[in-house]
């Protein structure tokens, strides 16, 4: 990545979340991190993939709405800023619904059924063989929700990679069919040579898969076992002290680090990692040390990164609070949608679509 200074235009960057709960942990490390640090950087934009929540919950359209405010909260409270950062409301850019059915022409349907992401979430989910059509849609859809803004980076959890991969695979086709790019030609120089998208790249987050807090599975709220954001430090207390170790032992008893989940936990949140490897030492050598203590170690480190976090999410509490939110989506997503509108009209042009040139209204 090169750092862009302000008298450049800045690269633009694209991630989002859908909107089915809370963040936890899991999404901090695995990409909401990387969001922070790309702000001062890039030109960032954060979408609120409100439309793919009713792939699975069509039935909930009040609780989507909520969770939609909500993980904005989140967001803001982690520290996305909205004065440098944009915040995009999926469901009112146009020119993404658009640019999803323009793209669902250039990917074959057994290639979007291929994908490993969907396939894994039809298992997880137990979806089995009657997910509406629009739920292997979301994946080209996603491709839109990308290419809209023309990113450089897409900065996600590596579940999502997959959809990143298939992303790249409709930049390239679009520009080969309708701008003529040559095929041999370099992912980087798409843009270049003449094609309207560049062919994105996924940022991985520093913790591809974090575990749980019962130890085993990834952490994920379907599965219970999750630590949120917005959770108080006795909840943080009480779901990190009730991990099990992995192994029983007494505090003088050799014990194995590598099979304990609390010290990947020590690992990814405790900054001073000169003293986690004291503890994993004393550990190995059962050096008078209990569980109990490399615990209090790991809810102290994550109380220290969530304490900031609860702070600022306190100025967005209540009505007032969800006031200001659809406020800050509003502005942004206003800003997203000059944007969007030129990416469409570019690619309508490449698609020889450009009958005339439409301005969208936002008249409230
Ligand atoms: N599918 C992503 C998830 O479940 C959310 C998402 C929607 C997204 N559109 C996106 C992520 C575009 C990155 C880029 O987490």
Known sequence: MTPKNDTQPRDRVLTGDTPTGRLHLGHYVGSVENRLRLQDEYECYFLLANMHAFTTRADKSEEIRRDTIEIVKDWLACGIDPQRSTIVLQTEVPAIAELSWFFAMLIPFNR??????LKTEIESKNLGDTYPFGFPMYAVGQCADILVFRPKYVPVGEDQAPHIEMCREVARRFDQLFCHVDPHVDDADYPKTGGVFPIPEALIGRVGRLVGADGKNKMSKSLNNAIYLSDTPKQVKKKIGAMYPGQSRNPDEPGDP????????????????????????????????GDGHIKLAVIDAVNELLDPIRTRRAQY???????LVLDIIRQGTRRANVVAEETLAMAKEAMNLNFWRRRLSDDD
């Open 112 to 117: 979007v059924m291929r994908n490993p992401t």
């Open 258 to 289: 590598d099979i304990n989940p609390v010290f990947e936990y020590a690992d990814i949140f405790i900054k001073d990692q000169a003293a986690v490897a004291e503890l994993k030492d004393r550990y190995r050598k059962g050096d008078n040390i």
């Open 317 to 323: 509490a209540g009505a007032a609070g969800d006031d």
